[in-house]
Every structure is written in structure tokens, then in C-alpha cells.
């Protein structure tokens, strides 16, 4: 049960659920910081420190 990885807003979500034969139930919406950083980065984030 891996989370999906949702962005709104430039901001990332952790949204885990469950993954059946032709549905996926979703459990809860949890933002990340560390996703954020990771999955979202831009040029001006870049030269943040």
C-alpha cells in the first residue's frame, strides 16, 4: 500500500489507499514537506537554502 502523490497548489499531498481489481479506495489526504521538496522542486526552489 504504496501512497499515491497528489500536488495542489505547488504543495504535495501523501494520499494512501487501497488498490483493488478495479477501484481504489482512498483513506486520507496527508501534506508532505519532504514530498514537496522532492517531487515538486522548480528553478526557484533551487536556489533556496
Not at 501512497?3 to 497548489?9: G, L, R, S
Not at 496527508?30 to 536556489?47: C, G, W
Request: avoid cysteine; proline fraction near 6%.
Amino acid at each position: 500500500m504504496d501512497p499515491n502523490i497528489v500536488q495542489i497548489a505547488d504543495y504535495a499531498y501523501l494520499v494512501p489507499g487501497l488498490d483493488q481489481e478495479d477501484t481504489i479506495t482512498l483513506k486520507t489526504i496527508i501534506p508532505s514537506r519532504k514530498a514537496t521538496r522532492k517531487y515538486l522542486q522548480t528553478e526557484a526552489n533551487d536556489h533556496e537554502t
